[in-house]
């Protein structure tokens, strides 16, 4: 094949381990990435920190102050707060589940076993979920004095998420369930 060839694990029929391996690093560097996507949020948030401990007139919310190294969005103005918390559950479970999948990658799994990983995949999908709305509520609560447009682009992009999200679920859950009624039938069968 003039200089291409296929890899090994799509040749051969031992190359299921290859393909395992393969497998392994992908959700390895996805899980990395997103832990550290995660993590820089968490200490660089959008909008930025107070530099130095602010009042009222420096752009703290009436009444407040605002220390220095807290978040702008979070204590700046109290209508933005909530969208904050969300913002930062959403980051908190993305780098939590990628750094259970690290840590069972690194320590723990067999990837011979079927449960194992769905249960991965099934973490990293959560996590990359939480990661786009994320971003939606970052656009959200960033762009949010720029008009209706902004606001509606960003409703877009969250609900397409959403149904997304669903659509996968209710596509797990039939595999799932798939799955279950096979082994059921065949245990009906052997009796």
Known sequence: MDGMSLPTSMVTRKGRHNWMEERRGSLMIVATVLATMSFQIA?????GVWQST?????GCEPGKTCRA????LAFGDSK???????FM???TISFTASLI??????CVVSLRNKLIMWFLTILMFISLVCTAGA??????MILFPLGKHVQLAAKIYAWFWVGFT???CVGFLCRLAFLFLKKFFRFLCCC
């Open 135 to 140: 971003y939606a509520i970052c656009i959200w």
């Open 89 to 91: 559950l959403l980051c």
């Open 80 to 86: 933005q707060r909530p969208k904050f918390e969300i």
């Open 69 to 72: 190294g807290t978040s702008v």
């Open 166 to 168: 669903v659509m996968v």
């Open 101 to 106: 999948t690290i840590i069972l990658l690194i």
């Open 54 to 58: 602010s009042h009222e007139e420096q």
């Open 43 to 47: 200490i660089n948030p959008p909008g």
